[in-house]
């Protein structure tokens, strides 16, 4: 059984930094395409991050340069660092990877970011 954990959230102030990460066990053999979700009561899960086997990232747009992730897929292991929170950023912050019996989630970690 795929289990992902992830760990880091908590309160930031705007402008400030939180780095959160993710450590899978029991993964599957091979490289995973692992990432970060996030989602706020009201509204769809939306696309924080990926990182491919091959490292090639891809960002959200709201991102803009604030974020960058990290990891070892073949570890399934991913990290997301966060610069320059702001208010809207304030959510459940979902880690996942894409294994090859489809796609396994953490139970999220909240961030709040509020002065």
């Known amino acids: 059984q795929v289990q992902l954990v992830e760990s880091g959230g908590g309160l930031g102030q705007p402008g400030g930094s939180l780095r959160l990460s993710c450590a899978a066990s029991?993964?599957?053999?091979?490289?995973?395409?692992m990432g970060w979700f996030r989602q706020t009561p009201g509204k769809e899960r939306e696309v924080v991050a990926f990182?491919?086997?091959?490292?090639?990232?891809g960002y959200g747009d709201f991102v803009k340069g604030r974020f960058t992730i990290s990891g070892d897929s073949g570890k399934a292991t991913v990290d997301l660092q966060m610069n320059n929170l702001q208010p809207e950023d304030t959510a459940v912050y979902y880690c996942?990877?894409?294994?090859?019996?489809?796609?396994?989630w953490g139970q999220g970690t909240q961030v709040t970011v509020s002065s």
């Open positions: 996942y990877m894409d294994g090859t019996d489809g796609r396994d």
């Open positions: 990182i491919e086997p091959s490292g090639f990232t």
């Open positions: 029991n993964t599957p053999p091979g490289l995973v395409t």
